[in-house]
């Protein structure tokens, strides 16, 4: 089915059930009273302000659109964004890419920030995934495009992503219940959602605490079967006697829905009126994934299949666990306001990998080797800002930013085979490789930044804003053991480097009427350098020649923005657009030395020409629509000998265009029941990926249409389902071809009901 037939499947439907609920002897009538657009308050320049006022490009996904539209985690809700793709490799490895920036894999620094609240969940591990949130009891996600690093600092050299949970209300008790499960295509289990929300004022208009519990058990949808293998005597390869290195046999066996997916999370917040002027809010939230099998297809063995034989001896399987403590104070003065912010985040992570691939390439023998990959990461961050109030003309803002972050990891390979000749040839050992937890990196962090704002001749603001941040970094190198390794390994000597960045802004925006803003704005983000592996003598001067030292730089972007924001008809359409030019110098990239080391450089120089647009539209009483569309061109300008990419090259691993729209009709059922039927599309283009020189795929674009119908009386919701409803085989990710270009997959059409009731 094309995506034609998938966007009339989408309207076919809409308008199906518009008839039916619209008849007389269904439906009572359409919504009575005149409705507006809900005007949306964002804190994304960290004070309160309306949506259509801010001098950036920002997108908002309220409360009402996570339950309207489905929404339950980034998945759902990043690739409606324009300028936005997700991309969901699992728990622990997903990636963020803002307007086409790419590069935040394998341990470097993120080029997306992530937030939940005031928390910084850009934790960063061995891999650097995006900690996948669910939406449970969520006030709205703000998704900034472009650099912020005047207020939001390194890591945000693309964009932000601040999820904002609900917070606690001292005025009155109340409680939610949620509940769903649905089918998968391609799958024998079922799936099932329950999520719980409790808020208690402890002394009314005071204290309050409120309680988040959710599970999600997640049903596979992939097939392992493998027609199984003799066993290989591999030894003479290697000039050693026959029968001595040989790899066991491996009987048949299928494996069902091994890709399932078990979530579970907990948060409480509290919530302190103190004084008048002094609120305190206590947060700890943890979430936990568990994905039980390596979530890949191989398309030469079946659409949704795999085959691999590793899992007769050890299952592959990903996992993440975010732990958040937060304590923010804010005290408020007549015209001054400070806020007193504090992060503890943990992040814990580990891949069981098939790396078989390894062991056919050195030893010629499909030896089964999995690498057990274990990641911890800590995150301390103190802000502490103050900012004026009231509505002045001059506005202002200043604030002083520390970090302190450190990450562990371990790596272990079992032996699974020849376990009779260990002593012999592995020297008495049980594994091919072990590297046991030990910390390989550290940084710490120390900013100021301020930003100031005027308003002259009542229609017209400018503003500029800067930040100043030192960056300590120290790279470790833990000792290790195996034969993939060479031996025994002692620990390297720590490597450290140094930066400090200064990062400037300004906009300067025009008002002419209450409903339309124009600005133009220009900023620049960062993403913090790093350290180097330790290089033998003969490599030195092959890396000096592109510029890798001891310590690769921070690499920069700016943006250089003109925007419109606007409300038409009365308030009943909003249209944001954007258009944009981003230059991005030196780009961290990994460069091939002759000396067969590689090292990371700032190789390479990015332009990136785009346009955004976004309009919702409240086209009468009982119909809504949204759109969203975005095209980006981003290529390499200059690039230093030695990368796998070229001058005039389109950047790689995320698509040009990307688009959404949807359509909403609301219905009345009589004096108590009301409801909705929604339709919603999701376009996202084609990618062009890179592995090596001569190694290159495109891979090609994937929609999706979604569908939901609900019947609300009072507190209680019904709602029936459809995702990805014309089952489209979209591939998010695509691995190496010479690997076997194991493919990643968004997950096929789920049907199913839930069930949300509350009361106060």
């Known amino acids: 089915m094309n995506a034609f037939s998938r966007a009339a499947l989408s309207v076919a439907f809409l308008q199906s059930c518009a008839t039916i609920v619209a008849n007389p002897a269904h439906a009572a009538d359409t919504p009575r009273d005149a409705q507006v657009l809900q005007e949306i308050i964002v804190t994304a320049t960290k004070r309160e302000e309306k949506l259509q006022d801010v001098p950036v490009a920002i997108s908002a996904i309220t409360a009402e659109d996570i339950q309207t539209r489905g929404f339950t985690n980034y998945a759902d809700y990043l690739n409606t964004v324009p300028g936005v793709f997700f991309q969901d490799g699992g728990p622990g490895v997903s990636q963020i890419r803002v307007r086409g920036i790419s590069g935040s894999e394998g341990g470097l620094p993120s080029t997306t920030a992530t937030y939940f609240g005031e928390t910084v969940t850009s934790v960063l591990t061995n891999f650097g995934g995006k900690p996948n949130l669910r939406l449970v009891d969520i006030d709205r996600v703000e998704v900034l495009r472009g650099p912020q690093g005047t207020l939001f600092g390194a890591s945000a050299l693309a964009g932000v992503v601040r999820i904002i949970p609900a917070e606690p209300d001292a005025s009155g008790f109340e409680a939610h219940v949620g509940a769903r499960g649905f089918t998968t295509a391609h799958s024998s289990d079922g799936s099932y959602h329950v999520e719980g929300t409790v808020n ?73 009126q103190a004084t008048e002027h002094l609120k305190i809010d206590l947060t700890h939230a943890t979430q936990d994934v568990t994905l039980d099998s390596e979530p890949f297809t191989m398309p030469d063995f079946g659409e949704y299949e795999q085959s691999r034989a590793l899992d007769y001896f050890e299952e592959g399987g990903q996992g993440e666990r975010l732990e958040i403590n937060t304590i923010v104070a804010k005290y408020d003065w007549d015209a001054v306001s400070l806020t007193s912010a504090s992060n503890w985040s943990k992040m814990t992570r580990f891949t069981n990998q098939d790396i078989t691939y390894l062991a056919e390439g050195n030893f ?77 990196s550290e940084e710490e962090q120390r900013a100021v930044f301020a930003q100031v704002s005027y308003t002259f001749a009542s229609q017209w603001t400018v503003g500029v804003g800067a930040r100043y941040l030192e960056d300590d970094l120290t790279s470790l190198t833990p000792p290790s053991d195996g034969i993939l390794i060479g031996g025994a390994q002692e620990g390297a000597p720590d490597r450290v480097g140094s930066s400090s960045e200064f990062n400037p802004s300004a906009y300067l925006r025009y008002e002419p009427a209450e409903d339309l803003t124009l600005y133009v704005q220009a900023g620049r983000g960062f993403r913090s350098g790093v350290v180097n592996q330790r290089l033998p003598d003969a490599c030195q001067a092959a890396a000096n020649a592109v510029g890798a030292g001891p310590f690769t730089d921070p690499d920069t972007l700016w943006n250089y923005e003109l925007g419109v924001k606007s409300q038409l008809a009365e308030g009943r359409i909003g249209l944001n657009a954007a258009v944009y030019r981003q230059d991005w110098e030196g780009v961290q990239l990994g460069v091939s030395l002759p000396c067969g080391f590689s090292v990371l450089a700032n190789a390479g120089d990015v332009t990136n020409d785009g346009v955004e647009l976004e309009m919702v539209a409240q086209a009468s009483d009982a119909w809504r629509f949204n759109f969203s569309a975005s095209y980006t061109k981003a290529e390499f300008e200059r690039v230093e000998p030695g990368t796998i990419y070229a001058k005039g090259e389109r950047l790689p691993d995320a698509p040009e265009k990307n688009g959404s729209v949807g359509a909403q009709y609301s219905f009345i059922m009589g004096p108590e029941w009301s409801g909705y039927v929604r339709a919603d599309y999701v376009y996202v283009g084609e990618m062009r990926l890179k592995f090596g020189a001569d190694e290159a795929l495109t891979q090609e674009s994937f929609d999706t249409a979604n569908l939901r119908i609900a019947f609300q009386r009072d507190d209680l919701s019904i709602e029936l389902f459809g995702r990805n409803v014309a089952d489209e085989r979209g591939v998010i990710q695509t691995g190496q071809p010479s690997l076997g270009a194991k493919e990643f997959l968004i997950r096929p059409r789920e049907v199913g009901v839930e069930l949300r009731y509350g009361f106060k």
Do not use: H
Request: hydrophobic share 45%.
């Open 364 to 440: 010629g023998a499909p030896i089964p080797w999995p690498l057990r990959d274990r990641s911890i990461g800590k995150l301390f961050t103190q802000e502490l800002r103050a900012q004026s109030l009231g509505d002045g003309p001059f506005q202002w803002l200043a604030g002083l930013f520390y970090l302190k972050q450190t990450a562990d990891f371990s790596q272990f390979v079992p032996e699974y085979s020849c376990p009779t000749c260990l002593p012999e040839v592995l020297a008495g050992q049980d594994f091919a490789a072990d590297a046991p937890m030990a910390r390989f």
């Open 200 to 272: 208690i004022p402890l002394i009314t208009d005071k204290l309050a605490l409120r309680v988040v519990g959710y599970q999600d058990d997640i049903a596979g949808y992939i097939d392992n079967k493998f027609a199984g293998r003799a066993a290989v005597d591999y030894g003479g390869a290697l000039g050693l006697p026959d029968g001595l290195l040989v790899t066991p046999a491996v009987p048949a066996f299928t494996r069902k829905d091994i890709n399932s997916e078990e979530t579970w999370g907990v948060r409480a917040a509290l919530g302190w």
